[in-house]
């Protein structure tokens, strides 16, 4: 039977089914002692004549011996005065220990009998001889009044297997099963509700206690099991619970409702309606909306619930699309709609997009959200921002972009501004600025069709839309990587081109022409104007942001031959340069393979067109170099010596042109807004590309231009992986963890001779220190950038010179390097460390 766990917990079944004693071997304890050996005793008849000699010898002794509960044989007494005296109190004690532990051994029992009496009632009355229950109620009348255990939160009977007219026979291999399921799923019941009181409840928990439940409605199914009230409801608020932890919530509480249901278990009004939600969510529409008609006499007139259940009719009736049920049940939750009892009014937009679906009817879906609105308020909870954008995406996604515009300037001007029943947009709306909001919130939000769709709804109200904000639209229909929102963006995009390409054709002409005569734009700038493909043609011209962001999809697409068609019409376009562009052309060059051609693109665009490169066009080119654009598996050492020295020769002019820029000897505020400024990532590749040209004498002059010029702050990290020789030591790989370990180790050891050899230096000139003092390190001063500096100088030079046997072949090499690095002369070379 089941078992309160405590806090709200029931025990399903209570744990496992054990052998109980017979009730013919109950009995030989309870009301028949002659059974089982036991000694009978017999009352004597009572004598007036007392006896004629008490202590006449019979000719024989009769000894009395008992058994203690420890095993010791003891002699009782014969009950004469002489043998009285003989009595000892370890006698007593014994006998005590034996009727204690007799008694101990009887409560057991009773126990025993009085948790699965129940049980053994109807196991007896199924599959024991006839007569068998009889006699176990007269053994356990013998005891007591035992039979009548109840449960003390609901004062009935909870046994574990029901009693059922039917011949139903269990088995004893599956009432074993039986009981070890149950026993499983008491375990997770307790385990998951105590988890949801201490909010700790999990997926695992939920799906657990699920996958033992669905075993378990299989025995019920066969086998008529009881189940405590208490025990239906932990279920019920475990599965029911609502969070990311329970991903089938719904279909939990339809099993759940309908196992309840057979069972016979009491349900509340608040499972009702949860349940028929759950029927209707997960697909069983007919029976959730036949369901909600026999519930409507009763849940509909409750104060408890009613709100709820019309606020669910209006949910069901609003999307089968019978407006005149929804409209009913509408009308039944704002009657009953108070203060008191408030409604949540965003329940009529199902009702509104039911409305909106409908051509004949969007006006009513409009009046109605008005009606929503003003009830909100009425009931002191105005709609948010949400709420507006609900209702908004309600018209759009239906096409009735008027009635958005008009929810949109309710938003916006809170009511101030009323646009129903105007056929023009005041000056106020009428604008591009005020359109870019929408089209800002739309995008933002992802809801790429409304954006569309406000776009032509600007073009039949006469407003041109700002290139930026259609730049924007086509950035987004290119990063949600679809097959048709990428066609899209290019159809826009190449029309916003076909603009500017017009544009600049009609500038020429008008050139020509001789003044006050002006040529007519054939844009078109109406909203009467219908195109043939799009249906958005009032388009503004391309800027350079529109080549940009066909140029990067164009290469990662791979789409090269589109990239120089675009490429043409950029240069058609007369766009003034712009380095964006020329990186997009230059990376799809290197993508290709082609390092050559990124090369030529790179002094097409500077010295023909006179684009000024950035940091990124340098970062690119020097990725395209043979050495940094190895295949997979192919180690540095077996590059050819050829494309080595051509590597080295090119990264050495590549280094010359970014000291050459202009933003090189920018301030730093100038080169952040113009991205002047060299990331980590970019000061790694050039210092790791001269690294793996062996040309260690363009790594000192790349650090001394990057320290003195650029001003970068060398970090830890560049500073290891120079040390290591090793890129990427920064992934967290035990490879590199290892190389790490070993670095650091390194560099405490180049520290340590930088100081020793400045502490010579100061001691022959006498400035400072004793002799022989041990060196000390400075922590603040080891993680100063000049002193990072001064110790990978001090050991790529060390490197440069064990590759000149002379020291003035290494003078010469040096100064070769800063020659053909483009270092300034500002920037004295400093060979003495």
Not at 47 to 76: C, I, L, Q
Not at 382 to 401: N, Q, R
Not at 445 to 457: H, K, N, P, S
Not at 667 to 690: A, I, P, Y
Request: aromatic residues 8%; proline residues 4%.
């Amino acid at each position: 039977m089941g078992r309160d766990l405590g806090s709200g917990q029931w025990d399903l079944g209570g744990g496992s089914i054990s052998r109980q004693p017979r009730p013919n071997f109950v009995r030989c304890y309870a009301g028949n002692p002659k059974r089982r050996g036991a000694p009978a005793v017999t009352a004597k008849p009572a004598s007036d004549k007392p006896p004629d000699n008490p202590r006449e010898d019979k000719g024989y002794t009769v000894n009395y011996f008992e058994k203690d509960a420890t095993g010791e044989v003891r002699r009782m007494s014969s009950g004469d005065p002489e043998d009285d005296e003989d009595v000892d109190i370890e006698d007593i004690k014994a006998l005590e220990a034996s009727a204690l532990a007799k008694l101990d051994k009887l409560d057991a029992t009773l126990e025993s009998l009085s948790q699965k009496s129940n049980f053994l009632e109807k196991l007896l009355a199924r599959h024991g001889p006839p007569g068998a229950v009889e006699a176990l109620r007269e053994a356990l009348d013998s005891y007591g009044d035992l039979g009548d255990v109840q449960d003390k939160s609901h004062k009935i009977h909870v046994p574990l297997i029901a009693e059922d007219s039917s011949e139903v026979r269990i088995k004893r291999a599956d009432l074993d099963k039986i009981n070890n399921l149950l026993a499983l799923l008491n375990n997770w019941v307790k385990r998951s509700h105590i988890a949801l009181r201490e909010r700790k409840l999990n997926h695992q928990h939920i799906s657990k206690t699920w996958a033992y439940f669905l075993q378990f409605r299989r025995v019920l199914l066969k086998t008529p099991i009881l189940v405590p009230e208490g025990a239906w409801d932990a279920m019920w608020a475990i599965f029911s619970f609502e969070g990311p932890e329970n991903p089938s919530r719904y279909s939990q509480i339809r099993d759940l409702y309908n196992v309840m249901t057979k069972a016979g278990a009491p349900l509340s009004d608040k499972q009702h309606l949860l349940a028929i939600e759950a029927t209707y969510v997960e697909g069983y529409e007919s029976v959730a909306i036949s369901q909600w008609k026999r519930f409507a006499p009763v849940l509909g007139e409750k104060d408890s619930c009613a709100i709820a259940f019309w606020e669910l009719g209006v949910r069901l009736w609003s999307q089968q699309g019978d407006i005149e049920r929804a409209e009913r049940a509408s009308r039944a939750l704002l009657d009953r709609a108070s203060p008191e009892t408030p409604a949540d009014t965003r329940v009529l937009l199902h009702l509104i997009r039911a409305y909106a679906s409908r051509a004949d009817t969007a006006e009513k879906g409009f009046l109605l959200y008005r009606r929503m609105r003003d009830l909100a308020n009425d009931l002191e909870k105005p709609l948010e921002i949400e709420d507006y954008d609900d209702a908004i995406s309600v018209f759009l996604t239906t096409g009735h972009t008027d009635y958005a515009m008009f929810i949109f300037t309710d938003m916006m001007f809170a009511g101030a501004v009323n646009l129903y029943g105007r056929t023009k947009l005041p000056s106020s709306v009428k604008n591009r600025f005020f359109f870019g909001k929408w089209l800002k919130r739309l995008i933002g939000a992802r809801d790429l069709d409304g954006a569309y769709q406000v776009l032509v709804y600007m073009q039949k109200n006469g407003v041109m839309a700002a290139a930026v904000q259609v730049n924007g639209l086509i950035g987004a229909y290119l990063r949600s990587r679809t097959a048709e929102n990428r066609k899209k963006a290019v159809r826009l995009a190449w029309s916003m081109i076909n603009a500017r390409k017009a544009f600049v054709d009609l500038r020429r002409r008008e050139r020509t022409a001789e003044w006050p005569i002006r040529l007519y734009d054939g844009r078109p700038n109406s909203s009467e104007h219908e195109g043939e493909g799009l249906d958005y043609t009032m388009v503004p011209r391309a800027t350079a942001e529109t080549f940009i962001l066909m140029a990067e999809n164009y290469r990662e697409r791979g789409l090269f031959g589109q990239l120089e068609e675009l490429f043409v019409a950029y240069k058609e376009g007369e766009i003034g340069g712009d380095a964006l562009m020329m990186n997009e052309l230059i990376a799809a060059a290197v993508a290709q393979g082609r390092g050559d051609k990124a090369q030529e693109i790179y002094h097409m665009m500077v010295h023909d067109h006179d684009i000024l490169p950035n940091t990124d066009t340098h970062a690119i080119l020097f990725k395209a170099l043979p050495v940094n654009s190895l295949p997979k598996g192919r180690q540095l050492e077996q590059v050819p010596a050829a494309a080595v020295a051509q590597s080295r020769s090119r990264a050495r002019g590549l280094f010359a042109d970014m000291m050459a820029s202009n933003w090189a000897y920018r301030e730093d505020g100038w080169r952040e807004r113009h991205g002047g400024l060299l990331s980590e990532e970019q000061v790694k590749l050039v210092l790791h590309t001269f690294r793996k040209c062996g040309d260690y004498e363009g790594v000192v002059v790349a650090l001394e231009c990057l320290r003195d010029v650029l001003r970068f702050r060398i970090t830890r990290n560049v500073l290891l992986e120079m040390i290591a020789e090793v890129e990427g030591i920064d992934r967290p790989t035990p490879r590199t963890h290892r190389i790490v370990v070993r670095t650091t180790m390194k560099l405490q050891s180049l520290v340590e001779q930088m100081q020793r050899r400045h502490q010579a230096e100061a001691e022959a000139e006498g400035k400072d220190g004793a002799k022989g003092e041990a060196p000390k390190t400075n922590p603040d001063k080891v993680k100063d950038s000049q002193f990072l500096y001064s110790i990978l100088l001090e050991d790529y030079l060390e490197k440069a010179r064990k590759q000149h046997k002379e020291a003035w072949h290494f003078n010469k090499a040096f100064k070769e390097a800063r020659e053909e690095m483009g270092a300034p002369a500002s920037i004295p070379a400093d060979l003495k460390k």
